[in-house]
């Protein structure tokens, strides 16, 4: 991640708090502003709902002095219904009064004339009350079955005594209470509205139907508490935050209902300035943050660059014009990075001269190699050539001289072609011809020439091969054969065994040569490969190498694709070497199943 990612992560996680902190304050303004107009809604609501209960008591008193009349005290009925008569001429809003037995039975209905057959009272509920509470009781609307229109009634028990004897009841228009809404200056876009204990219209605005029921919301909120909000739905279908309260004195309840855009308007403005101030400050921050990210990766950029030239000639140069910067700790970077540059490029310097230097010893020694194995080869085919000489005469003495050097003529030939095999395969120029084989055979053939090569010795090899293909230079796999064999011969004691094992692996042909002999020192086992690296001196009856035998096998061996190891308990238990070549996924039905046992003399070389 670039340094200025990083910045601009710095500042965004600085900023985040107080952008989580505007949200906050943002949520808790819109509900701080939602509860201020809802409590405004509610005092509004219980001042209308007070004008509604003065009016009820208004109309309670003037009942109450109608009630002491003369003419009721003597139960004169006729002259009653004249007193009453009279007293609805004063009142404008109320359409009769009627003056019932405790029954529900009416005795006098100013509606029509005194005499006049008469019905039960309409709403029979707020008459029982009245009874059996013997207080006030407000009515539900009731249409009028002598009178035209929609009424409420407002009923006081009369007493003698502990007995009620008569209710007396104000029939009042609705009217008055539509005009008590009206008056509370409602706007167009708000609802509000006073039910009777039944859930019915008294009063709306906009205007509904008298009996017409409100909205199950409503409903639902009112039955549930006599004071409160809740969020609802009209019978219009408008999404309303609605306050109600319901009357102690008449059980109506009166709301007011505003449009929850409205009631979230003004605080949701709030909310989103405070929300737009709050990003522009984060959008301020993070442009700084990339004008300074930008003024700081410049020069942290100019110096990387210079860092990754440190092997051009102007490096140095490159790291000191790398930047102009008035950042303290960045000058300084530049200047660590001068030095460093001027030294790196002078130790690399040194390293080119030593690897020069590496690369011609490394020449000269190749072609040293070279020019000895083809020196050395001259002088000793003229050997040989006069042995062959020599041995035509027959003379006695000179038969074991010429043995003599042909012994050491065969020597000095191995020595020879051990030199120029190992300057062909550090100059990679072996080529092998590869070809199917079986691996079992081509040891086999390998060791049963060396025997003959080498002639007697106090060893015996014992060989234990099982058929396995490999594709593979028979020539150069006899050879890396030889030389284990041979090595093994050099430090093996008279009377011991030379194990030579052929076996499949996995899908691996392996060769082992084991001897009982010297052993190889732990330290010495990843070198005993290398180049002129003897593990120590041979047993003096054997004639010593050049310690060239063991490097050839490996090269060898790699060249098939293939790995060498040693293994050695230590110094005089011996040593196992290990040859693993990629054998062939498939036998040929002839060799399918053919396994070649140990030689049945265990023979020795002869």
Known sequence: MKLRSRLLLLVGGTMLPLVLLVAVVGYFLVEHEKEALLTSALDRNRAFMTAVDTEVRVHTTTLRALASVPSLARKDLAAFHDDATRTLGSQPDWRAVILADPDGQQLVNTSVPYGTALPRVLDMASHRKAVETKAVAVGAIARGRLMQGHIVGIRVPLLEGETVIYVLTAALSLDNFMRLLQDQGIPPDSVAGLTDSNGNFIARVPYRPPTEKASPAWLSAVA?????????????????????????????????????????????????????????????????????????????????????????????????????????????????MTEAIAAVRERQVLIEREQSALKSADEAKDQFLAMLGHELRNPLAAIQTSIYLLRAHGAQEIGLATDVMDRQAATMTRLVEDLLDISRLVAGKVSLKKEPLDLAAVVEAAVRTWCQTVGASAQRVVMHLDSVKVEADRARIEQVVVNLVGNAHKFSPPGSAIQVSVRREDAQAVIDVADAGSGIAGDML????????????????????????????????????????????????????????????????????LRMSALADSRHCA
Not at 247 to 263: E, K, Q, T, Y
Not at 528 to 551: K, M, N, R, S
Not at 556 to 573: M, P, Q, R, Y
């Open 526 to 593: 990843d070198k005993i490969f290398d180049i002129f690296v003897q593990a120590h001196e041979p047993a003096d009856y054997v004639t010593g190498g050049l310690g060239l035998g063991l490097a050839i096998v490996k090269r060898l061996v790699e060249g098939h694709d293939g790995t060498v190891s040693a293994s050695s308990a230590g110094i005089g238990k011996g040593a196992t070497f290990s040859v693993r070549l990629p054998a062939l996924v498939e036998l040929s039905q002839e060799l399918a199943g």
């Open 224 to 336: 549930a508490s006599r004071e409160g909000w809740y969020r609802g739905v009209t019978i219009e279908g408008l999404d309303m935050f609605t306050v109600h309260k319901t009357s102690d004195i008449s059980n109506w309840s009166g709301g007011f209902a505003m449009p929850a855009r409205l009631v979230y308007g003004a605080a949701y403005r709030a909310g989103w300035y405070i929300c737009v101030g709050g990003l522009i400050t984060l959008a301020v921050a993070l442009v700084f943050a990339l004008w300074m990210g930008r003024k700081i990766a410049r020069p942290m950029g100019a110096i990387a660059s210079a860092a990754r030239s440190l092997t051009e000639r102007d490096a140095s140069k490159q790291a000191v014009q790398a930047s102009e910067s008035n950042i303290e700790e960045i000058n300084d970077i530049e200047k660590a």
